[in-house]
């Protein structure tokens, strides 16, 4: 354990594992140019814009097909910011109205990072990206080298504001064996690319102004914490014991069972018959959690009958054959928000995440619902399989009663998401109605916290480990235990080793995520019994902030 008088500093986790190495922090960015005199020849200054411009794009596409996998798409990503025509074109006319080529580039940067800094979500995500391709531009304008990150010739945690995709993608996981970045959310690219590279990572961090270059540290990936000047003796010991977990990880083929034989259903969440046959590949029991509405994001008109009962089918049978399991969660169309379908479009709407999403978006579109029921349970005729539905966003028992009953007369298993905090606070009476209930913890979190999932700056508050977030699945999974019916999860909270122990002690019955989660969920479960994870489950509902929740869970789980 690490001794409690280092300085902690604490961030987002959002890849796991433990690294102890020095900081290093990227040199330093180009600065933006003082205003300066109005070129004498415009053309030839556009020119000079357009071609420093083409060429940051070219060093990048350059780069993008030498790497391969995320990296490649993020820096070809980048790539086409350097050439975006309007981003060039507002800097064109920054330049015909008589300004010099580099306060162009900072210019028409702005103008740009203001508007995705509106748009919010993954397009605030953005600014970090459009800043690096301004700062490679006027580099090149300078006739500098490009800026970003020298390689380093001893291992390294590196630390930074945020880190660009040009500055991520290059990075080698022998020298650099962690990232920390000051702002960030667990989409950056800094996350990507962290997850890619298997080294750990934590983002939002504060204070991480306070840590020179060259300090010593140990970065917990799983826990979100920075140890300033650990004791070199535990540091060492924290990386080999993450070292251990990794191999039981990559050596874990199921089933979900706690050490003490406890079983726990540990499943994939897919979106089409594809990723429920790569899923398959994966140590899971099924699949908790089928977004059917993934499927269809590009139709414009409503899939038929067959259309839809061809993809149910091929999403139950990818699993027919598995000797791992066989369970399939089907869930009716989540259309709306931040996944808008064109077939079931609500229209305009003042605040969408609030508005006619998920169930709602059945009540709004008579006969959608009903379609799509008609071809799950045509899929599981044909197939013999047995699928559960769940419906999405439901607010209130009246809507799982109604939602049950049009199931339950296709003689298909209902139940309903909990991912709004009243129906989790009427669990009992929602569960009185249903089979089973599944906890969307992504969304839970976000209507718990009123703060938007994809929001990079809010981050700290779209924490699953918010103790009021841990509250309402406690209060969900009693109710499953009062009425002896399965609580599942299937947000990404069940991707988190460490709260996948304190969900199973709370009494959740099935863990569902991204299938490349679970050996990692399941190694976890392994090692701890359900004493255990009902101890870090208690002391995680006792603190009143999520850095203490983990803490809590960890040290209760060690004990
Ligand atoms: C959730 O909200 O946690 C969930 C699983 O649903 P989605 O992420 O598709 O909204
Ligand atoms: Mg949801």
Redesign the pocket.
């Known amino acids: 354990m690490t001794a409690p008088d280092r300085v902690t500093v604490r961030g987002t986790p959002v890849v796991g594992g433990v690294a102890y190495a020095p900081v290093m922090w990227p040199g330093p960015r180009p600065a933006l140019p003082a205003p300066g005199p109005a070129p004498e020849d415009l053309d030839a200054e556009v020119d000079r814009f357009r071609s420093a411009a083409a060429s940051v794009a070219d060093r990048l596409r350059a780069r993008a097909s030498a790497a391969t996998g995320v990296a490649a798409e993020v820096l070809s990503a980048t790539a086409a910011m350097a050439e975006d025509r309007g981003w060039i074109g507002t800097a064109e006319k920054s330049i015909r109205a008589g300004s010099p080529a580099p306060n162009a580039a900072a210019e028409a940067t702005e103008t740009f990072v203001a508007m995705f800094t509106k748009l919010g979500g993954l397009m605030a995500e953005r600014v970090t990206d459009l800043k690096d391709v301004r700062d490679r531009v006027l580099a090149e304008l300078a006739g500098q080298p490009e800026p970003g990150i020298t390689t380093p010739d001893h291992e390294v945690i590196l630390f930074a504001d945020d880190l660009a995709p040009a500055d991520t993608s290059g990075l080698d996981p022998n020298r650099v064996r962690g990232l920390v970045t000051r702002l960030g959310g667990p989409t950056s690219h800094t996350a990507i690319i962290a997850r890619q590279l298997g080294i750990p990572c934590v983002v939002a961090v504060g204070d991480l102004h306070t840590v020179p270059e060259g300090t010593l540290v140990v970065v917990d990936g799983s826990a979100g914490t920075i140890v300033v000047e650990p004791d070199a003796e535990q540091a060492r010991a924290d990386v080999a014991a993450s070292r251990r977990a990794a191999e039981e990880t990559a050596r874990w083929t199921g089933p979900g069972r706690t050490a003490d034989g406890v079983d726990v259903a540990i499943l994939a ?1 897919v979106q089409d018959g594809a990723s429920a046959r790569t899923a398959a590949t994966h140590p899971v029991a099924g699949v908790g ?1 089928f ?1 059917t509405e993934l499927a269809f994001l590009d139709r414009a008109s409503e899939p038929t009958h067959d259309e839809q009962t061809a993809l149910y089918r091929e999403v139950i049978e990818a699993f027919a054959a598995s000797e791992a399991g066989s369970k399939v969660v089907i869930r009716t169309l ?1 259309a709306g928000s931040d ?1 808008p379908l064109l077939f079931a479009d609500s229209g305009t709407e003042a605040n969408p995440a609030l508005g006619v999403r998920g169930l709602r978006v059945a009540f709004a579109h008579p006969g959608l619902l009903e379609r799509q029921l008609d071809a799950i349970a045509a899929a599981a005729e044909q197939t013999g399989g047995s699928p559960w539905v769940m419906a ?1 966003m439901v607010a209130t028992a009246a809507e799982a009663r109604d939602f049950a009953a049009d199931v339950r007369r296709r003689r298909l298993v209902a139940g309903v ?1 909990i ?1 709004i905090p009243s129906a989790a606070l009427l669990a009992p009476a929602i569960l009185a109605e249903v089979d089973f209930v599944s906890i ?5 979190t976000q209507y718990t916290m009123a703060a938007d999932r994809m929001s990079a700056e809010l981050a700290q508050l779209t924490d699953p480990w918010q103790p009021a977030v841990l509250a309402l699945i406690e209060r969900v999974a009693a109710a499953g235990r009062a009425a002896d019916k399965p609580v599942g999860v ?3 909270a069940a991707a988190d080793p460490l709260l996948a122990c304190v969900l199973v002690g709370m009494g959740v019955t099935s863990l569902s995520s991204a299938p490349a989660a679970a050996a990692g969920v399941g190694a976890a479960l392994a090692r701890v019994t359900m004493a255990q994870c009902m101890a870090a489950a208690h002391a995680a509902l006792d603190t009143a902030a999520p850095a203490d929740a983990r803490a809590a869970a960890a040290a209760a789980l060690r004990s």
């Open positions: 969440n959690l977004r989540d996944k999405p998401m991912e969307g913890t992504n969304d839970l299937c947000g990404e």
